[in-house]
């Protein structure tokens, strides 16, 4: 754990030396850049505008309804008064008849149906926007999937220069053992083959950065050229407690279950309400005048549904069995979750306890390299034999960088998985 401190602290001095000519990019800043950029995000805004003019749309209910109606009809009979009276003419209604009248109605209890409506209407809109953030938080495990990604590749890289650098120093001891007499020219040949397979490694560990970088750069909409240095995240403790977005997401959908039921009830109950209507017609309110007149009629109505009740229960008990869905939901969710932050602490454990193996293993194979050298300098050994000794040693510092960054990755991604 020391050597792996001790090489974050080392990459984060060259960082800071290397400032003025190179730009730093941190995770964290990735999240929110990734956030930021990603095209659903803007989905936030629309959720928020269509609930605001649903609501005020909603609230026009207590408003006065007004409406304009107009007919004609021809019917085949009318009233008819069947007496007949002296000195007295009793006016026949026509079969034609003609009205148009504009009604106004003013909701005075409707069981609260405009204020459920309203109440859904937001409950669906945050359910929305919940959701939306379920679906923004999943940016993160693919930011560390590529952030770590390409700092593994700069570790791996950099170990190749130092491997260069070692069999170059052998190579060069080589030489002159040539020169003396005391090797043979095919060890320098293995030598500079290795060199070329350690470029090809090279290319293709940069083929791999450049991609990663290519993909972390669309996310976060910033091309992301040689210039820019992934800052390694320092180590953290994270919280085992789980406050996922999905948690809010599931609570939602039990918020709009609860409307939905509320809902049920006040569809079925009375609804009261003022009226005014006036018209000009023929006939008008007085059927016995068969000429064109206007009227009015006002009052108090009141209208109650009985049909609703057939089926209300069963509509209940849907929703009910729709609330216990999602309590399972929950529970599955929670249960895999923790399984994942069992999995990320014991992937933690592991990485921790190799690293301090990988320390010691170092130490040794490093002592039995600089040996090799020095047998490989006076013909002890050929370069085969050395070369063993050198992939043995890089083998080794790759295996302690790798388990330094999946320990990294570990922690970082159990934070991620209980969303602190």
């Known amino acids: 754990m020391k050597h792996l401190l001790l090489i974050i602290g080392i990459c984060g001095a060259i960082f800071t030396a290397n400032a003025q000519t190179t730009k730093l990019l941190r995770l964290e800043d990735c999240y929110v850049q990734a956030r930021a950029n990603y095209p659903l995000v803007n989905r936030q805004q629309l959720i928020s505008k269509s609930a605001q003019y649903s609501i005020e749309n909603a609230a026009k209910g207590y408003l006065p309804q007004i409406s304009i109606n107009g007919q004609a009809t021809y019917q085949s009979d009318v009233t008819q008064v069947p007496i007949k009276l002296s000195g007295v003419d009793v006016p026949t209604i026509s079969k034609d008849q003609y009205k148009a009248f504009a009604s106004i109605n003013q909701t005075i209890y409707d069981g609260g149906a405009i204020k459920l409506k309203k109440q859904m209407i937001q409950a669906e809109a945050d359910l929305n926007s919940q959701q939306l953030e379920v679906d923004l938080y999943q940016l993160k495990e693919r930011i560390n999937q590529l952030f770590f990604g390409v700092l593994i590749a700069n570790q791996q890289l950099a170990q190749t220069d130092t491997v260069k650098r070692d069999i170059q120093l052998g190579l060069s001891k080589v030489n002159a053992a040539i020169v003396n007499g005391t090797a043979l020219k095919s060890n320098a040949d293995v030598l500079q083959a290795e060199l070329l397979k350690l470029e090809q490694r090279g290319i293709e560990l940069k083929a791999t950065r450049s991609a990663f970088m290519q993909m972390l750069g669309?996310?976060?909409?910033?091309?992301?050229?040689?210039?820019?240095?992934?800052?390694?995240?320092?180590?953290?403790?994270?919280?085992?407690?789980?406050?996922r977005p999905e948690l809010k997401l599931f609570d939602a959908q039990k918020t709009l279950i609860d409307y939905q039921a509320k809902n049920v009830t006040s569809k079925n109950l009375p609804k009261?309400?003022?009226?005014?209507?006036?018209?000009?017609g023929r006939p008008a309110l007085n059927m016995l005048q068969n000429n064109f007149d206007s009227y009015y009629?006002?009052?108090?109505?009141?209208?109650?549904?009985?049909?609703g009740f057939y089926t209300s229960k069963k509509e209940k008990a849907i929703l009910a069995m729709n609330s216990r869905f999602v309590d399972y939901q929950k529970e599955t969710f929670l249960l895999n979750t923790n399984l994942q932050l069992k999995q990320a602490s014991a992937d933690q454990a592991k990485s921790t306890n190799l690293i301090a193996s990988d320390n010691a293993i170092i130490s040794l194979r490093s002592r039995i390299k600089n040996t090799a050298l020095a047998q490989l300098q006076y013909g002890v050994i050929?370069?085969?034999?050395?070369?063993?000794?050198?992939?043995?040693?890089?083998?080794?510092?790759?295996?302690?960088?790798?388990h330094g960054i999946q320990l990294l990755m570990a922690q970082y991604n159990q934070k991620t998985t209980s969303g602190n």
């Open 218 to 243: 669309l996310f976060i909409n910033q091309p992301l050229a040689d210039d820019y240095v992934l800052e390694m995240p320092a180590q953290i403790i994270a919280n085992s407690a789980i406050s």
């Open 272 to 280: 009261l309400g003022l009226f005014l209507e006036g018209g000009y």
């Open 297 to 307: 009629v006002s009052g108090l109505r009141m209208s109650w549904s009985l049909s």
């Open 382 to 402: 050929n370069a085969n034999d050395y070369l063993r000794e050198v992939n043995a040693e890089d083998q080794a510092k790759q295996n302690q960088t790798l």
